[in-house]
């Protein structure tokens, strides 16, 4: 349910918006790196292999099918800004349980779309915008939810 994955959801924009307070991003976040308690829903965030400090990095690492579009084309991206991606890849999985990614491009499905509230909706258009600057922060996150 969209109630269900919020509460799971906002506990990982938390636990990733903790890393980024202390200087560390994660760099690979995708629905294989979070364990959930199927009892508490208390949430678990894993694999730190690719983590980094936050900033500026011009070598990618992680997981392609997570990787924002700018990672594809750009030689320095923002750390942050890319994690705020992959949050809204997680996301869209948990919403819909699907993640189309083909020739380095996502395609949203909107039919699978249509059972969420006009807010997800609205939450995935600034999360997935092709423009940087232009997406929602780790800050922009938690005030939403």
Excluded at 91 to 118: A, C, D, P
Aim: net charge negative.
């Amino acid at each position: 349910s969209e109630e269900a994955a919020l509460f799971i959801f906002k506990q990982v924009i938390e636990a990733i918006s903790e890393l980024a307070e202390v200087g560390i991003s994660h760099r690979d976040i995708k629905d294989e790196n979070i364990l959930i308690n199927r009892e508490t829903l208390q949430v678990f965030i894993i694999d730190f292999g690719c983590a980094s400090q936050t900033g500026l990095s011009s070598s990618p690492c992680g997981t392609p099918e997570y990787w924002a579009p700018e990672v594809f084309t750009e030689t320095e991206v923002e750390t942050e800004i890319t994690d705020c991606w992959a949050l809204g890849a997680v996301f869209y999985i948990m919403l819909t349980g699907s993640w189309k990614f083909e020739n380095n491009k996502v395609t949203r499905n909107f039919s699978l779309e249509q059972h969420l509230s006009e807010n997800i909706v609205t939450v995935f258009d600034r999360l997935f915008h092709a423009n940087p600057a232009c997406r929602l922060y780790l800050a922009d996150l938690i005030n939403m939810f």
